[in-house]
Nanobody
């Protein structure tokens, strides 16, 4: 059974850090492009970052460049999103997903399998 499980969300103060994890079961993540998206109530799901299979090329939304880092640990079949210098506007539910193709395109329709999401709240 193909499954993605996100973890690592929580409450953090502005300027703080969190590391999100996306653990896969039932398939091997490093064969796929894996993306992180976020969604606030009433808003469209926004692409945050993506990591390509093979060479591991990374892509980021302008809003998180220089603050977020995506990486993968193939031995653990897990993709991470390190989030630093967090801002209140980063508050969202964060989802990981696997692309339908092997290409990173930060569009929701380009991704198929999704996790259940993890809440990130940035507040003092």
């Amino acid at each position: 059974q193909v499954q993605l499980v996100e973890s690592g969300g929580g409450l953090v103060q502005p300027g703080g850090s969190l590391r999100l994890s996306c653990a896969a079961s039932g398939f091997t993540l490093d064969y796929y492009a894996v993306g992180w998206f976020r969604e606030a109530p009433g808003k469209e799901r926004e692409g945050v970052s993506c990591i390509s299979p093979g060479n591991g090329a990374t892509y980021y939304a302008d809003s998180v460049k220089g603050r977020f880092t995506i990486s993968r640990d193939n031995a653990k079949n897990t993709v991470y999103l390190q989030m630093n210098s967090l801002k209140a506007e980063d508050t969202d539910i964060y989802y990981c997903a696997v692309a339908r193709s092997g290409i990173c395109v930060l569009l929701e329709r380009a991704f198929g399998s999704w996790g259940q999401g993890t809440q990130v709240t940035v507040s003092s």
